[in-house]
């Protein structure tokens, strides 16, 4: 007997284009399958082509202006970028190791650089061409010397090439890590075949975002790594978004049965929710590209795109593989248990709302106080690993050669040998100047001043000459720029101070406008902001205690350096404030489903936490596993990021959601949901509201439960 179901009549483009998805899965799969190799082809090898030096400072800083004018003025760079370590004092074979070293391609000139006091070392600098990849000049000068036993490679050039090449390997380890353990993670918490699912939707997340970040790179050159990134919250949300469809799907399915009905109520309700939550972590990180620096916009542009494409791929894979397998993806097991527990769970908080969400807040407050006293370091030779030759050279530096306790200030001045002499003197005078400049003309008219600071970069000495040096340039009429690494860390800082409320408010403003468009309430979107800022904080405060203070290097293997970069700390918050946002999104949506099925305002908040409570616990570890998967890197400022994170999901699922969120809810009552009269009607209007009523169900001439 023929059991097509014909009484489903699809409406609106979206329902129509399901319902195709729908009778016809397998030969839209493969489609799809299609245009992942596609992805995978044309974005894989992205990685090699973005940038892996630098982006970390704004571009058109002074500090960066000054070595452009140096650079267009004299054809190379203004320091040495390779620094050649040579075992012993044999002239013969210091000449022989320079001559080697100028004639690497890109290097316009090599020099001697002097001995260590003891004897037992000697340097030979090497300065690169302007306008060429100093990195592949690094790597040639790698290459060169790479049989030579008596010489280690060493320099800014080298530490960023280092630094490149070590997030390449740290990728397919943190992949070879995380992958069979989120397999096993998923099969535990999807069972079965539906276990596939997050890790389809996972490869097609990423090969996707690769693909489209290939097209940015066209326009504005990424850095490498926001490729942590992308692997890291790509998986993390395809297994948050894929879960929470399946969950719907099955409980779907035992209301109407593996039908077109039981697929368009999850996705008119929990795929809803699953763009609202896309939506909220792109705008969250989209807000970092308000910063100039290269590595806050590409890590704003990364986590913006695998977002969204997360969802697409969510939303578009989803309901193909879920129209394929139809019941057998039906839990075998009854989840009643862990739901029942939820819902008590619940009920116990609310029956002690105030003191529940007062004794939290404050547990949370208490977490995220050592953020106050975060101390902001630059990125040095200390995140590089230890047995790294560029590493080596610079703790020689630092223990052989007095390269501790001063920092290089260099001033850029267009002018007139007066003026340079002026400024020089003046300069000079300043406290804290322990090596007097000595002008010398680069170019006509251009000229370079070398001071040697007090202090390393990120401490009040060297930024104090910086700023002294910049007055007294403000104050006449010499065109001169200040550079070095105290001035680029100043430059950075005052970027960040320039930028930091814009992205402070759009951050807020977009998160209160998705939240809104979802609930149609101003409080819930409110508390959800307060409550973000509480769990960045408890994050912020764990990794400040960690990294800051120097706890568990030897576990992570890394290196205090007595701070943390303070690009790091934004990237880590918009992370954060981003993933709370996500799950708060799929407990709202739950809960406003249930309030408005008629249950009462405390009932409605346990109903919700029921479906969701062990929903959300398992996508947060397993997202805690995916992103975590960033602390396995041997470079220390990407491991800050997949700690905070990590700590910042588990503390929003397992104590926000848990026991913040129940205990306002049940405190506020039907204030909620309130709004404005004018703004209701406005919300009414725009019509995005979640259709959370199930079809109804009539029945097909073969007694099959279908939509009408």
Known sequence: MDTTDTTTRPHGPLQRLLRVLHDSPRRALVAVLFVIVAAGAIGGPVAGALDSSGGFAPPDADSARAYERLEDATGRQSSPGLVLLVDGTDAARLDIVADRLAAVPGVVEATLGGSAPDGSSSLVLGTIAAGVDDEAVAEETLDAFADDADVTVGGGSVIGFQIGSQVGEDLARAETLAFPVLALLALLVFGGRASLLPLAVGVATVLGTFLALTGVNQVYGLSIFALNLVIGLGLGLAIDYTLFLLTRYREELQRQGPTFAALATTMSTAGRTVAFSAATVAVALITLTVFPMGFLTSMGIAGATVAVVAALASLLITPLLLSIWGAKVARRRDDAGAAGRWHRLAHAVMRRPGTIAAATAAVMVLLALPALRVEWSPVDASVVPRDQSSRIVADTLTGSYGGTGSTPVTIALDGTA????????????????????????????????????????????????????????????????????????????????????????????????????????????????????????????????????????????????????????????????????????????RIKEARESGLSEREAVATGLGRTGSVVTAAAILLAVAIGAFSTSEISFIQQIGIATAVGVLVDAFIVRSLLVPSLMGLMGKWNWWAPMWLRRVHDKVGLREDAAPAQVVVAPAGEPVAS
């Open 418 to 589: 007066r003026q340079a002499d002026d400024l020089a003197r003046t300069a000079s005078a300043l406290p804290g100047v322990v090596s007097p400049a000595e002008p010398r003309e680069v170019a006509a008219g251009v000229w370079q001043l070398d001071l040697s600071v007090t202090g390393d970069p990120a401490r009040d000495a060297a930024r104090d000459v910086v700023a002294q040096v910049r007055d007294v340039v403000a104050a006449t009429d010499v065109d001169a720029l200040v550079t070095g690494p105290a001035a680029e860390f100043i430059d950075q800082q005052q970027a960040i101070a320039d930028g930091l409320p814009l992205a402070i408010a759009l951050l807020v403003l977009l998160t209160l406008l998705v939240l809104w468009l979802m609930t149609g309430s101003v409080v819930l979107p409110v508390k959800a902001v307060v409550m973000n800022v509480l769990t960045v904080g408890v994050s912020l405060g764990a990794l400040t205690w960690v990294y800051q203070d120097g706890r568990f290097t030897d576990l992570l293997g890394y290196t205090p350096n007595g701070g943390i970069e303070p690009t790091d700390f934004l990237v880590a918050a918009a992370l954060v404030f981003a993933l709370s946002t996500d799950y708060g999104v799929f407990l709202l949506g």
